[in-house]
């Protein structure tokens, strides 16, 4: 093995897989297709697709990733049972290069919960590897929550999984609960006291409870792992995953201490983070490491200063090293397609002439309403782009609200539902109010708003303004979000989109409460 075979590790994306299980994150079809295609251009060396057998949405989107991949293993997950990793097998194996990616619960409070000994344990863990190495000649194996399993259990569990045969052992901190010292120290026991372990690939897969992520997966690195898991923008459930972004550029920047290399083309990072904010409805917090809105801004007067006369003063990596368009030229009434086609080709939107059409269209429009068109009000119009119309059960058609200092505030409300105008009047104590009450009369729903959050695109009293609803119903929990001129439009707009989502939600079924309350008894 040559010292850059040593130094390089692989970036395991589970964006599809963990990050879609964030409470609010459905992703429809094609948005899972499209978001795949880009992380297999900007070189991420393994994607975790999905997990085939939580519904036949997961199943297909998994299959079709699998067809369509040029370069990435393309992985499904899969529960220690005989039917989860055959279903596996079945959505992956017609990918250029497969992976079965199968775990099992190792910590006492995971072995109590299924009723099952270490011995017990320890067995299903040899039969499960087995076949799907029989099946698959790529297995990586997990024992979730390994952190808090015992040592000698974890070294006895971690020989059988190689021994028959996982040619990845990846190390999940699943409740984020281990600190970057015992990262690194439970990678390197792991490698020098399991016999066999110099033959296999040591993964680590951490989650953000404490706020250790990022550090976690770094500091595992350092120990011996050679592969991080992680997703965009650190979506995840909880508090998220170890973000890509940050341990690809923590890799890239300090290379003095951490002379490791990936894969990862960086300038498409930015495309990558807007493209998952967009689809989930997650948007990224503005202090958010590397990909924030205020990651490169400095206002502190001698922050500005130091810039402008040498950026490394203040800053440790370049805006363009992750793809981050700095001309920020102001677009108008007056732009046509090609430039509106190049500007978004420099935010990371690359579109096709029936898309471009459509942006266009609205991109007119919102300039009509403003007097100068930014690059963050072009990223809010591609976030607001209309979803796939067999999801789109309800539509706002019209609106109109009288509000002031009179109450009660009241809103007129047409509502497309199901191909159908709906129309009503309804009031509420402000004029967001008046319009939620109205969808509410038109579509009765028992989903309570758990956020109403609104912020400015840019500035200005014509500034656009996105708004994101957060709904839940039942335990599902969908998340909407809209932009426009008008503030109350876009709360109208993010409203239905919350709404929508969580009708597709009632109809898939909840990997993650498949995950919690499996059985391993009845496992074939």
Partial sequence: M??????????????????????????????????????????????????????????????????????????????????????????????????????????????????????????RIHDTVSHARNLCDNVQWSPMDATRTEHDYLRRVVEIAIKAGATTINIPDTVGYTAPAESADLIRMLISEVPGAQDVI?????????????????????????????????????????????????????????????????????????????????????????????????????????????????????????????????MGKHSGRAALRAKLKELGFDLADNQLNDVFVRFKDLADRKKEVYDDDLVALMRDQPGDETLERIRVKFLRVICGTEAPQSADLTLEVDGKDHQTTATGDGPVDAVFNAVKALFPHDARLQLYQVHAVTEGTDAQATVSVRMEEDGRIATGQSSDTDTVVASAKAYVNALNRLLVRRTKSDPDADVKTVSYKDAG
């Avoid at 953000?208 to 992680?230: F, H, P």
């Avoid at 958010?288 to 800053?315: R, W, Y």
């Fill in 202 to 330: 040591f993964a680590t897969h951490c989650h953000n409870d404490l706020g250790m992520a990022t550090a976690n997966s770094l500091a595992a690195v350092d120990g011996g792992a050679r592969q991080i898991e992680c997703t965009i923008n650190g979506l995840g459930e909880r508090a998220g995953n170890t973000a890509l972004e940050e341990v690809v550029m923590a890799m890239k920047v300090r290379k003095d201490i951490m002379p490791y290399i990936t894969g990862i083309d960086t300038t498409k990072i930015m495309a990558a983070s807007r493209l998952v904010a967009q689809v989930s409805g997650f948007a990224v917090q503005f202090n958010k490491a590397i990909v924030g809105k205020n990651a490169f801004l400095h206002e502190s007067g001698i922050h500005q200063d130091g810039v402008l006369k040498n950026a490394e003063t203040f800053e440790i990596m370049r805006p363009e090293d992750i793809g981050l368009n700095t001309s920020n030229i102001v």
């Fill in 2 to 123: 040559t010292s850059t075979d040593k130094n390089r590790v692989v970036i395991f994306d589970t964006t599809l897989r963990d990050g879609e299980q964030s409470p609010g994150a459905t992703m429809t079809h094609d948005q899972k297709l499209e978001i795949a295609e880009l992380l297999d251009e900007m070189g991420v060396d393994i994607i975790e697709a999905g997990f085939p057998i939580a519904s036949p949405g997961d199943f297909e989107a998994v299959s079709e990733i699998s067809r369509r991949a040029k370069s990435a293993v393309i992985c499904g997950l899969a529960r220690a049972q005989y039917g989860d990793i055959d279903r596996a097998w079945e959505a992956i194996k017609h990918a250029k290069r497969p992976r079965i990616h199968t775990f099992i619960g190792t910590s006492p409070f995971h072995r109590d919960m299924h009723s099952l000994d270490r011995d017990g344990m320890a067995a």
